[in-house]
């Protein structure tokens, strides 16, 4: 039984969180001054109303964009109150400039909230002094194009509108799913609800990637042992839990989740993970051995996941999603490399795109990867997704008596789960994975028209 | 100066060798009887007609074709008089029938071979029984699809009809070329001549490749640093040299040519070099130090690299063909991880498909890649094939001030060079990369009313 429920809602469905969405025009460079003119909104804030812990994980690429390193630097110290986020703009390879452009916009909250008109009451304690915002606890995040400045006479313009239009409704929270979007064709969020020492408690996110998709993200810059969107993803808490905790616990739930989703193994400049736990649920604190951490834990892998899969389901040009379930494979590296072969391989997505069970190119994309592969030992078959009945197409490398009506047939819904059995030692591994369509390809093909680039 | 120059003509340019392509019908399964009725040939023939040394790169696939197994095999011996080739089953996962089969092809070559009624007038030394072909070889290579048993019956009567229409015509070549092509739009083959002590000496040869391309074959099937096409490549030559010293100039020339190229990054099951060398130019034999040597190496060179690059302008779906070109790198290892991370990212490919000079998605890729980039180090320029006039777009990771209009016009030729520095160290690399655009997602969608696989 599970250990929380799904509930309606995101990031302010835990307490003491205020949110808004505002359009000021990041991408078009200056032709609006932060009125809303029917656009789509390009600039979110998060704030807790009281002191959160924070934890993050980030991209592991080289190039990372100034709002990355930011963030990285600022989780490490475990505090923090709000995340300003932009789309339009991914504010990476800016330099020097774009280090100041990210900070600017962190202090520039810090400064708006503390002068802040409020619409809507709160608590008393947030209008105490003692919580006013101090520009090292904000975080930022971008997403958009690679290689152009901030336009930061509109991000200002539209900070001072967000600020004034914080608040905990989920309209709110609408509007900074939207502002956060890029090339998404749906919002992604979720909520959960689970108990913790008798007291409620939830978490909430967004999230937002559809393109440059195959996050391999830590928090130290280090690399994890299998790699590669922008994706960025904003996680609320009202769970009491020290950022030591919170940091192990997201660490666990990216590598299970947003580091095992694939679109076209591009892994981008600017992918982001942040959690704010402010502790109003009022539990008490809880170790790491403790039964609260594992209900901690899987709330918040089930949040990473779920969003992780809108992710892949909603990815450029996606026509069909694949869980590809790699076992038997020697190391977990084997299993990963294994996996990953396969799931980027375009070969094998364009024939997942086109509704075909072709093994062939599955054991091909096996056979170059670094894993240890015996051909007569794969076994590779499909099921329903998390289905337990498996229509095995191949067997210790030789074709099975399944017809090839059925194997289409097995192939041919919007979701199916890939099982390959490399029968060579106990290690396992998953990938959501996505077919490679003609509309991904003409999506990316780009606007020549525009002298500037997308990405990040 | 070259040492060599072109000539027309491929295969049969030099002397002593002779070729032919029938079709018998592999990839229907039996509707032919060997007759040809307009359809491609699909069975090639190549035979020197007196004994030759051989060389031999191949797929470093884990999961490799039988043919190739068994070429692998024999090639060591140094010494190989034929060899027979066919498209629209690459004999691939097919166990141990598939290795009866290869080996029964060869088998069957040399026993028609020597009991063969000749139609030309060839010399009277081939008529000699010293002449005859044992089974031991003659090799084979396949390309088509994966997983499906050969039809000897109709392998063996178009072995039957190949051996009666060997001849040294250039329609014969045309005939055996037709024969390997698959996904293929066009012929690929060329002929140089040169001078080896004071004779005339010729290196020709014939190849086929469009999808599954990445080549990264080696002599031994350990994985050479860089790896990664169903591509068949047949080379002969008229030159009297050592078997060790045209494997060793084989090598040379495959790791600069075949495996610096890049069409998906899916590396195929049946990639196959074979260079038959028959010493009939006459010239003395030559030491590795010795100048000889240079000049069979660089003709051998020209033919592997100009043929390498007819692959990546012939690649499925293909519009524009790429030569990266990454120097200042620390390790030759960085220079190649660099350049394939470039060509091989699905988000670079589309933006080349769309004449964008996207510099974003290239920083991304570089920084993905495991090779060692500093973002404030790097310069991107673009340049025609070879030319050394760049225009550069990124210099040490900032925008030059080159016109949008401009950069765009140098990316919108059919091929250019892509250059990048890194500016970090020595060591270069290039890869000869194609664009990805919607025709390839399309061509590889797959027949799914087939109930068989594409591949190797």
Known sequence: MKSFKEIPGSIVAP?????SGVFCDIKRLGTGKGSNKGQKRDLALIVSEVPATVAGMFTTNQVCAAPVKVCAERVKKGAARAIVANSGNANACTGKQGLNDAREMTAFVAAVYDRRKLKIKIPPAVTDRRYSISAEHVLVGSTGRIGVA???????AGINEAVTLLDNSPASAAHAMEAIMTSDTRPKQIAVEFKLSGKTARVGGICKGAGMIQPGMSATGKRPAALHATMLCFITTDAAI???????ALQAAVVQSFNRITVDGDMSTNDTVLVLANGLAGNRKF??????????????????LELAKMIVRDGEGV???VTVRVNGAKTVQD????ARAVANSPLVKTSW???DPNWGRIMCALGYSPANVAENQVDIGYSAPGGKQILWSLKRGQPTKARFKQLCAAVSPKEFDLHINLNLGKASAVIYAADLTEAYVDFNKGDVGDPTTLGG
Chains 1, 2 share one sequence.
């Open 150 to 156: 901030l336009p930061m006479a509109n991000v200002r």
């Open 242 to 248: 020290d950022p030591e905790m919170l940091q192990a």
């Open 319 to 321: 026509h069909r999603v």
């Open 353 to 355: 795109h086109g509704g």
């Open 15 to 19: 307490q003491g969180f205020l949110t």
């Open 287 to 304: 170790g790491v051995r403790s039964s609260e951490f594992g209900i901690f834990q899987a709330a918040l892998g089930h949040v990473c």
């Open 335 to 338: 299993a990963d490399a294994a």
